[in-house]
């Protein structure tokens, strides 16, 4: 089972009491923007196989969203961390590093 700490209220809290929210950091455009580029926001998203960050939700605790760096293929969760950052803290993009030797932010952003 899938247990992520929610940074807002310091639970620990497995993935009953969250709802995941889909992928993390996504750019986001305003009205002036074209209709390939609302497109790709809409409908493109990544689905890899190992690193992902994902937005989730507590649901059944604070209600607040938070932000997710986790392994997909094993479940192996790196870190949570707020959702008002535009990327992952140092901390986490260094425990990453650590375990994928290879891996960049520079992939995600």
């Given at each position: 089972?899938?247990?992520?700490h929610?940074?807002?209220?310091?639970?620990?809290?497995?993935?009953?009491?969250?709802?995941?929210?889909?992928e993390?950091?996504?750019?986001?455009?305003?009205?002036?923007?074209?209709?390939?580029?609302?497109?790709?926001?809409?409908?493109?998203?990544?689905n890899?196989k190992?690193?992902?960050?994902?937005?989730?939700k507590?649901?059944?605790g604070?209600?607040?969203?938070?932000?997710?760096?986790?392994?997909?293929?094993?479940?192996?969760?790196?870190?949570?961390?707020?959702?008002?950052?535009?990327?992952p803290?140092?901390a986490i993009?260094?425990?990453?590093?650590?375990?994928?030797?290879?891996?960049?932010?520079?992939?995600?952003?």
């Amino acid at each position: 089972m899938l247990t992520l700490h929610c940074p807002n209220c310091g639970v620990h809290a497995d993935e009953t009491d969250l709802h995941a929210e889909g992928e993390a950091h996504l750019k986001r455009f305003g009205p002036d923007s074209s209709d390939d580029d609302f497109h790709d926001y809409m409908f493109q998203r990544q689905n890899p196989k190992g690193v992902h960050f994902e937005r989730w939700k507590h649901v059944y605790g604070c209600g607040k969203y938070f932000l997710a760096a986790r392994c997909t293929a094993t479940l192996e969760v790196f870190g949570t961390y707020s959702a008002q950052t535009h990327e992952p803290p140092q901390a986490i993009k260094d425990a990453i590093s650590a375990k994928r030797p290879g891996w960049s932010w520079g992939d995600f952003s």
